[in-house]
């Protein structure tokens, strides 16, 4: 593998099982983040040892960078219309297979682009298996006009769902606020738990400066959690709780 670094195993299994899906002539969307980008090279070499002809979207401006330089086609969503399938990373998995993303900043497009697909596939390390999400800080990309008034709005939704006085925190970067692929800002929720993240994620898209939030409910199809030793699981929404429940042990 011509990877710079080794790559971690749990991420390499997964990346390997999930490019394992790809048919020739599919039209993808490449996820972002440290997981998206191992199963991107993994792609670029199957591409390259079969000649596979694909056509794929990226959902952030370093996946286009990553995956244009390993010579995959990349195109952007509107050129290419409509994808087959969708593989990303993700930092929470429920046993719904609902999830947490945007730990990296790009969940605004992860979304648009995992929902112009057929099939989203998750992949991921066992750590992001949880039975509740919210322990990750929950993603908020809001633009940046009337910043202030949106977070004012944004803590007044949560109180409204008994999740009063969570942190709300403007994400930085280098000593300033972090800047989307789209130049809006993010707010990450430090809510701990998340009782009924429905109701929360209605709340959030109900504020006029929230762009997207990062829970992702009903979006993705399969999720594929490698493991150290370089074997996967696969969850499904249809066997969800008892596929967790069996593994649970192995996995955590
Ligand atoms: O949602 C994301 C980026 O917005 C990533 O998929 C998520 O943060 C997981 O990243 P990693 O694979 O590096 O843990």
Not at 64 to 71: D, F, K, Q, S
Not at 123 to 145: T, Y
Not at 215 to 231: N, W
């Amino acid at each position: 593998m011509s990877m710079s670094s080794q790559p971690d195993p749990a991420k390499l299994a997964a990346s390997r099982a999930a490019v394992a899906l790809v048919r020739d002539g599919m039209r993808l969307g490449l996820g972002t983040g440290s997981t998206a980008s191992i199963m991107v090279e993994v792609l670029a070499e199957r591409v390259k040892a079969e000649g596979l002809a694909l056509r794929c979207a990226a959902t952030s401006k370093a996946t286009a960078e990553l995956a244009g330089r390993l010579g995959l086609r990349v195109e952007s969503l509107d050129e290419i219309g409509w994808l087959d399938l969708t593989i990303d990373g993700a930092d929470e998995v429920d046993p719904d297979l609902n999830l947490i993303k945007g730990g990296g900043g790009a969940h605004l497009r992860e979304k648009v682009v995992a929902q112009a697909s057929d099939r989203m596939v998750v992949i991921a390390d066992p750590g992001k298996v949880v039975d509740r999400l919210g322990a990750f800080h929950l993603p908020v990309e809001v633009i940046p006009f009337g910043l202030e008034a949106t977070k004012v709005l944004v803590g007044r939704a949560l109180e409204r769902l008994e999740l009063s006085g969570r942190p709300i925190l403007l994400r930085q970067r280098d000593g300033r606020p972090f800047v989307t692929d789209e130049g809006n800002h993010i707010l990450d929720l430090a809510l701990e738990a998340i009782p009924d993240a429905p109701a929360l994620a209605r709340a959030l898209s109900a504020i006029p400066g929230v762009v997207e939030h990062g829970l992702f409910l009903g979006i993705c199809d399969l999720a594929i959690i490698g493991r150290p030793d370089g074997s996967v699981v696969e969850l499904t929404r249809e066997d969800e709780g008892d596929a967790l429940a069996d593994e649970e042990g192995a996995l955590l």
